[in-house]
């Protein structure tokens, strides 16, 4: 059987459980006190990773937990000292909806390798790797290992020699290890295996695979990717995992046991962490956090190529227009938008402005009104679109405005001593300044309650 392997390496697991898993599956609800009882056995597991913060953690810890981000992530690392703890960030967009200037990028990556990041895995929405440039630097200038991501997606733009070009870039940008984003789990079998072979012909570093199993395809992608010599692949714990999150961990384990890619995972083990997990998603159906449309298979993905996200807002915004009965025509609206806006990946925030633009289509008549967002993406606000922009329907949204061709953020002047002085009654500590500029909605509120809270436990302890 080895022969069917081009790489005679074990494989190595990411595992997404503490972040993406229930980020796709329960709303990002999953509580630091759900956490924490599994990490001594997640410790012990041998996982190349753990996933464990950055995307939609950050926001919902202060909007639905009252949780402090920043906590939740030293008691992490306290908790998995054996294991290499791993983020998602938005290159130039953090985990914010905008770009943020280039000295906030680098304190925001500083921070995160301080209080215990150890890789962090790099994206732009639109695969314009000058948005990734400023927290690649960082991230390396604080010892931090650089995992750059391309955003997978199917168009007539992106092509295999697009991906391979941009990883030989992101190779030649100090990157420590390409990532294959696929986060609506477009990428099937035989592609995925051609896309690695290329790719592990034409760069030198590690090669990271991450899918969804929304379309049904991600463990067979996973195989395939396997024996085309993929270094590590994201799988998440049974209880959290397969429908819009990753294919589970325990069967892609079985699957390798015995053959020359053999993971060395130790099923024993997993089982006993997915047991502490299962009470978990038990108590988040029961209390309706994970809805059952997140767990099924929904081949239409590979037609409307909306990742299971995108497709909670869509439902969400039909919902409040009172119009449900019309998401089928929003799906079918989707991908005209996405080739007027010049093809870009359908992922944060992108998804978000293409999906809001095709309601606004349905609802309003096309291309009747334009978002903001809309605005700003075919303005260059967000940087560059991969394909040929529809230049009516720019036009009809921009007027004569001149379209950005330089790096976004480079147009940004530095805004950290700014944020720390408006912000200095409230904020304690440089990480606290960087909650409330990339939420300044929520991190103010948050930071006050947080410390009320413990300046009355304090005043209880006192007493006692």
């Not at 906030?104 to 732009?124: A, L, P, T």
């Not at 692949?233 to 053999?262: H, K, W, Y």
Request: net charge negative.
């Amino acid at each position: 059987m080895s022969e069917l392997f081009e790489s005679k390496k074990p494989l190595l697991i990411t595992d997404t459980i503490l972040r993406d898993a229930h980020q796709s599956q329960a709303a990002t609800r999953m509580k630091l006190e759900d956490m924490l009882p599994a990490c001594e056995v997640l410790d012990s597991i041998g996982y190349w990773s753990i996933e464990c913060w950055g995307g939609a953690t950050y926001d919902s810890c202060m909007r639905f937990l009252h949780e402090d981000p920043w906590e939740r992530l030293r008691q992490l690392r306290k908790a998995l000292p054996n294991t290499k703890l791993q983020m998602l960030l938005r290159g130039q967009n953090l985990l914010g909806y905008r770009h943020y200037a280039d000295d906030m990028v680098d304190e925001f990556c500083r921070k995160s390798i301080e209080n215990g990041i150890d890789v962090v895995r790099i994206f732009d929405a639109l695969n314009d790797v000058r948005n990734m440039e400023a927290s690649i630097k960082a991230v390396k200038k604080y010892g931090g290992t650089v995992e750059a991501a391309l955003s997978y997606t199917v168009s007539p733009v992106h092509s295999e020699e697009y991906f391979v070009e941009k990883a030989v870039v992101l190779e030649q940008m100090e990157a420590d290890i390409i990532c294959i984003k696929d986060m609506a789990n477009l990428l099937l079998p035989a592609d995925a295996y051609s896309l690695v072979k290329k790719l592990k012909e034409k760069v030198s570093i590690p090669i990271h695979l991450h899918t969804h199993n929304t379309t049904g395809t991600g463990s067979m992608v996973y195989l395939m990717a396997a024996m085309a010599g993929v270094d590590i692949v994201d799988c998440a714990l049974s209880p959290f995992a397969n429908g819009t999150s990753q294919p589970d961990t325990e069967s892609l384990v079985a699957t390798m046991r015995g053959t020359i890619r053999d993971t060395g995972l130790n099923l024993k083990k997993l089982n006993e962490a997915a047991v502490h997990f299962k009470t978990v998603a038990a108590r988040m159906e029961k209390e309706r956090i994970i809805n059952s449309k997140v767990l099924r298979v929904d081949p239409n993905t590979l037609l409307y190529q909306v990742p299971g996200g995108m497709l909670s807002n869509l439902l969400s915004q039909l919902k409040q227009a009172n119009a449900e009965e019309r998401l089928d025509e929003v799906l079918q609206e989707v991908p005209c938008v996405r080739k007027d806006f010049g093809y870009p990946p359908l992922v944060t925030p992108t998804s978000q402005i293409v999906g809001t633009q095709a309601v606004l289509n349905v609802l309003m008549g096309r291309y009747q009104s334009f978002t903001k967002e809309s605005k700003g993406l075919l303005r260059g606000e967000y940087g560059a679109l991969p394909g040929e922009v529809n230049e009516e329907i720019r036009k009809m949204a921009i007027g004569e405005d001149e379209v950005i061709t330089c790096r976004p953020a480079d147009l940004l002047d530095n805004e950290m001593d700014k944020i720390q002085e408006q912000y200095s009654d409230i904020a304690k500590t440089k990480e606290d300044v960087l909650s409330c500029a990339m939420f300044p909605q929520v991190a103010p509120d948050f930071i006050k309650r947080r410390d009320d809270l413990i300046v009355h436990e304090i005043a209880v302890d006192w007493v006692r």
